[in-house]
């Protein structure tokens, strides 16, 4: 079956310090795996891709093939993180979304 | 704004009224996909077209869900007699090809009273 978990509905974290978002698939194919993000009343956009292996506002994320695993990480959270996360796994046909995980930065 | 564009915004109907809802997609892009969220969820996948090509409906997408994308430009997706189970927000994105990078639009936020 296709899927994405993540486990955490929410993750509260001081300024400054580091922040891992856990996302894990399963997928029998070769997979393609995307973090979205959605601010405050802003549309749902895309943060990073694991083919790019590039960070995106400080944040990385790893495929780990063996845990099946997708990890969005930043060392130092900054307020402007606050928002909603969402790891989805892309198909030939369409993505799939895990259920989310809103990240709250506290000053 | 070049981005998805949906229409409305917002919707209420009554409990067993029709509503559709319109999405504009990025111009070039070739694929379009509708997604449906409610509360305490990802965005759950409906359907996707391929051109004016309709490739995918998930289980889903009751036979009260119709969806057309004429000419391969925008997307309509029709509810016929709607329940209340249906309120949600209605997403949609674009795309250029498979596994790239698809848009989303701001939804439409429907609810049913």
């Known amino acids: 079956a296709q899927r994405v978990t993540q486990p955490e509905k929410l993750l509260s974290v001081f300024k400054g310090a580091p922040v891992e978002l856990k996302c894990n698939y399963s997928?029998?194919?070769?997979?393609?795996l995307f973090w979205y993000v959605q601010y405050s009343r802003q549309r749902l956009q895309l943060l990073l891709r694991?083919?790019s292996r590039e960070s995106i506002k400080g944040f990385t994320a790893d495929l780990n093939k063996g845990e099946t695993s997708f990890h969005l990480k930043k060392p130092f959270a900054q307020e402007e993180d606050s928002a909603m996360y969402y790891c989805a796994l892309s198909t030939t046909d369409k993505l799939i979304f895990g259920t989310g995980t809103r990240l709250q930065v506290f000053p | 704004d070049t981005g998805v564009s949906q229409n409305p915004r917002h919707k209420i109907t009554k409990r067993g009224q029709n509503v559709t809802f319109r999405c504009d997609p990025i111009s070039e892009h070739n694929r379009l996909y509708w997604y449906r969220q409610t509360l305490g969820q990802g965005p759950e996948f409906l359907t996707y077209?391929?051109?004016?090509?309709?490739?995918?409906k998930s289980r889903l997408l009751s036979d009260r869900f119709s969806a057309e994308r004429p000419k391969g430009s925008f997307s309509t997706l029709e509810i016929q007699r709607t329940e209340q189970g249906d309120s949600a927000m209605y997403l949609c994105?674009?795309?250029?090809?498979?596994?790239?990078?698809?848009?989303f639009g701001q939804g439409t936020r429907l609810t049913v009273v």
């Open positions: 077209f391929q051109n004016e090509a309709q490739l995918e």
């Open positions: 997928y029998s194919g070769s997979p393609e």
């Open positions: 694991h083919i």
């Open positions: 994105a674009s795309s250029f090809g498979e596994n790239t990078e698809a848009f």
